[in-house]
Structures are given as structure tokens and as C-alpha cells.
């Protein structure tokens, strides 16, 4: 399978910044359907932050939009995510996904995998 494996959460101040990372390991990605950037808030249900497809085009949650970005980690081939002027609200776990084609000793396969998630903490 491909595992992936969140960094850059973190504890940071209303209208503070921080970006996101998300890697890969395992079986290589061959190539990728969508990757995105999924969080749930304690009591909450997980949600969509942000997705990107293989043809570039990404969709954002309608509250983070013009405040977060994600891209492609081109020589990873997974998802990161820049975070700005982050509210309270934002405070949830966030979790990578990506879905795509990865390489086994078998060929390529289908897959889709989920992070273990880092924690973003908004507060004064």
C-alpha cells in the first residue's frame, strides 16, 4: 500500500500562518486521480478542506477559501497545503488523502490512502 504521513501542524495564534505536508511511502505513486486535505474538529464530522485532481484544477470549503492553497509536492506526488490568516474555527486534525495508481511487484493497482492526521490548534 502507500502510507502517508502528515507534518507542519502545530500550535499557532489567530491571523498566524503554517503549511502542511503530506509524504508518501511504501509503494511509489505511479500517478494520481485527486489528492486532498480532509479535517475533523472534536464532536465534528470529517470534512473537505481542499482537493486538487491530476488535471490541476482544485476545490476549496467555502471557509477557507482565499485563505488556504494546496498544491502538488511534484517530486512527492502528494498534497500540501498553505494555511493563512487561521481563525479558531480552524482548529481540527488534518488529514492527507490521495487516490491514484501506485506501483507493486504485481504492476500497478489502484489505491487510496489516508494519513494518521497532524493536529492545527488556533488560539491566543
Known amino acids: 500500500q ?3 504521513v502528515e507534518s507542519g501542524g502545530g500550535l499557532v495564534q489567530p491571523g498566524g500562518s503554517l503549511r502542511l505536508s503530506c509524504a508518501a511511502s511504501g509503494n511509489s505513486i505511479f ?3 485527486a ?3 480532509y479535517r ?3 464532536g465534528d464530522q470529517r470534512e473537505l478542506v481542499a482537493v486538487i485532481n491530476n ?3 482544485t476545490d476549496y470549503a467555502d471557509s477557507v477559501k482565499g485563505r488556504f492553497t494546496i498544491a502538488r509536492d511534484s ?4 498534497p500540501y497545503l498553505e494555511m493563512n ?3 479558531p474555527e480552524d482548529t481540527a486534525v488534518y488529514y492527507c488523502n490521495v487516490r491514484g495508481i501506485m506501483i507493486t511487484r504485481m504492476g500497478k493497482a489502484d489505491f487510496g490512502s489516508w494519513g494518521q492526521g497532524t493536529e492545527v490548534t488556533v488560539s491566543s
Open 2 to 4: 502507500v502510507r502517508l
Open 31 to 33: 500517478s494520481f486521480y
Open 35 to 37: 489528492m486532498g486535505w
Open 40 to 42: 475533523q474538529a472534536p
Open 55 to 57: 488535471g490541476g484544477s
Open 75 to 78: 517530486d512527492k506526488n502528494t
Open 85 to 87: 490568516n487561521l481563525k
